[in-house]
């Protein structure tokens, strides 16, 4: 059975017909080479906007710095030749959110049709996202924080929305709250975007409170997009951890979501802060999904990416490049050979899998380039295997003599491993994608004889 190699980012990239070429706009100016556009703060740089261009999603490469707008968790729509850009200023003070609009991406002006007055109702404010639908209707998404929880110190926050009939006109009615199930209490983060004819809300459920770095987000979808959203069980993505400020977009079957690592924990995506994954867009709910780093100059927090086919768009996002030239886009990134020692844990970063006991991991999301360790003395039983990630290889080691690690990959079948710590224990991917394989198990247990 061949097991496949961790996916590298030239094959996410060769999967892309505008990813061959550095040129956007090709020398017989008749052929236009449509592209990633991103805005984001940076880690060097948390009060400008920071705009970045891509060919293959995951190579971001930095051509201007926007002086006028300044600001945190920019989140940007292009709508009839205009580019709009919302923001908070701060939390605790000023607008409750700002719209700007350009055509130039050079020239900025404050749209002054924000209708909601921050005061008891709406006393701190975090990361607005605009959604414009393709009618015009516009769409202001942010998390209203109304407390602090006493025994965690975790902020609560509850997500509202501002709606208007037409962007242009920004006739934005008052803000009301989005109803989501009791669990899902506490999110944020939440951005809504179009996908396959639903509309889906990707957020973050603040609840996960195990500590900062265990917070998983959560994808709703509905027919409405500010109203009645339900959770979209099991869906991978919803088992990433240590991701924030999602970024939803639809190319042509395929759709992209950008991620910012808050954490600032690079086990699962060395040496980068933010990452990509991409599915086709049919498998939106299900996946599978692949993934890799994002390689950028600069650790790139919380923003937006669209996708730029408009030729017109094209050139004025070209006119505003040192030199009026792109970079070259085409380039991909080579995924990191090391496979670095993580502590297998129930949760990743999570300290509840101890020495000397027995622990089940009802589910467990593997990263790429991971060796996972079992704790000394250790029992360990992994009952599903998810793959927000899109590994194709999962590595496993004892830690030692007397640790013991059982997989269960099917209902009926499961490995189980012990005594030796030296051993490097691998499952890879079959050729379908469907099924994990492991070819030298040291004892293969049939569950309908022997349960769990």
Not at 203 to 224: A, H, R, V, Y
Not at 245 to 252: A, L, T
Not at 380 to 401: A, C, E, H, M, Q
Not at 428 to 438: A, I, N, T
Request: glycine share 6%; proline share 5%.
């Amino acid at each position: 059975m061949n097991i496949k190699k961790f996916l590298s980012v030239s094959t996410l990239a060769a999967s892309l017909t505008f990813a061959n070429t550095g040129a956007v706009f090709a020398e017989d100016a008749q052929a236009f080479n449509p592209f990633f556009f991103g805005v984001f703060f940076t880690a060097d740089n948390d009060k400008n906007m920071e705009c970045y261009v891509s060919g293959d999603s995951a190579g971001m490469k930095n051509i201007f710095r926007s002086d006028q707008i300044v600001c945190r968790d920019p989140s940007l729509q292009y709508y009839n030749k205009n580019f709009y850009v919302c923001h908070v200023t701060a939390p605790d003070s000023g607008p409750t959110f700002v719209i700007e609009k350009s055509a130039d991406l050079k020239n900025w002006t404050h749209q002054d049709y924000n209708v909601i007055t921050r005061d008891e109702k709406f006393p701190s404010i975090w990361a607005p996202d605009l959604f414009v639908d393709s009618d015009g209707s516009a769409y202001v998404y942010f998390a209203v924080q109304y407390g602090i929880d006493e025994k965690t110190g975790i902020r609560k926050f509850q997500i509202h929305v501002s709606k208007a009939g037409n962007i242009e006109k920004g006739d934005f009615s008052e803000a009301v709250k989005i109803d989501l199930p009791k669990n899902f209490d506490n999110c944020i983060d939440a951005q809504v975007r179009k996908v396959n004819g639903k509309y889906y809300m990707l957020l973050k459920n603040e609840n996960q409170i195990t500590n900062n770095e265990n917070k998983t987000p959560m994808l709703f979808k509905s027919d409405s997009p500010d109203k009645n959203f339900v959770p979209v069980e099991n869906c991978p993505l919803n088992y990433i951890r240590g991701y924030e400020g999602f970024s939803i977009c639809e190319v042509g079957g395929q759709t992209y979501v950008f991620a910012d690592n808050y954490t600032g924990r690079y086990d699962f995506f060395p040496t980068s802060g933010s990452a990509v994954w991409k599915v086709k867009t049919s498998d939106f709910e299900t996946g599978p999904y692949t993934s890799s780093y994002i390689e950028s100059t600069k650790r790139l927090r919380h923003g937006s990416v669209i996708w730029v086919n408009d030729p017109e768009e094209g050139k004025v996002i070209e006119s505003l490049i040192p030199g009026g030239k792109f970079p070259d886009i085409s380039e991909t990134v080579a995924v990191p050979k090391i496979e670095k020692e993580l502590r297998l844990n129930k949760a990743d970063y999570d300290d509840d899998v101890e020495e000397g006991k027995a622990t089940i991991v009802e589910n467990f999301a593997p990263a790429p380039d991971v060796i996972y360790k079992v704790p000394a003395k250790a029992n360990v039983t992994i009952k599903n295997i998810v793959n927000p990630y899109g590994v194709n290889l999962i590595s496993f080691k004892l830690g030692d003599d007397k640790s013991k690690l059982t997989v269960i990959l099917s209902e009926k079948i499961k490995y189980k491993f012990s005594g030796n710590k030296n051993k490097i224990h691998r499952f890879g991917l079959s050729d379908d994608g469907k099924k994990w394989v492991y070819s030298e198990a040291e004892e293969k247990i049939d569950l309908e004889t022997e349960g769990l």
